[in-house]
């Protein structure tokens, strides 16, 4: 299986497949992550296509290792332009689909198949959600793109247009906000 950069050398070369693999690739996780931001399917889904047509029409020239950053960096510019347009710029929002992907449910529930796993796992997911969307949403944003679309510090740090620093403060503190929310749910294991 061809890498990130692999394909896009490839697509740059006139491998229209593999343009077409790059989308499959990261067509679900970053219109999850728009509708994370933008709290609405419709919009995210456009600037999902929006985005791979920014990368897969215009080519730009993408450092090795890069281009899950870049990608999300182009998606976050757009979702940003869109979200000033629209609603306070203040608010981030996990959806109840993504909150069921986040690490925290699959420590606890790793045993999927079971009935009482698969019930705990859901009730999880609700509680995580709704303690994500209590705490500061630079938090939950730095979260949600370590955690829940894998990036590196550097790359969150590109997306989010600040230092490595900042992205590990973000983390640290994200990560303190969200155990005393799920502690005040009952829920004390590390996070």
Known sequence: MLNDDELYKNY????KACGDELMLRY?????????????????AEDLMLETFTVILVDKPKIGDGCFRAYLFKVARHKACRLWRKKVKQSEFFIS????????????????KGQPENEFLRGELGNTVRKCLNIIAPQ???ALWLIYGTGLNYEQAAGVL??????VDNLLLNGRRALKAELAKEGITYNV
């Open 12 to 15: 740059l070369e006139g491998n």
């Open 27 to 43: 067509a679900d996780s970053l219109t999850a992550y728009l509708n994370a931001f933008l709290k609405d399917m419709e919009d």
């Open 96 to 111: 109840p689909e993504d909150a069921e992907r986040d690490d925290v449910m699959e420590s606890v529930a790793s045993d």
């Open 139 to 141: 938090y939950r944003e």
């Open 161 to 166: 247009g600040c230092s490595r620093k900042r």
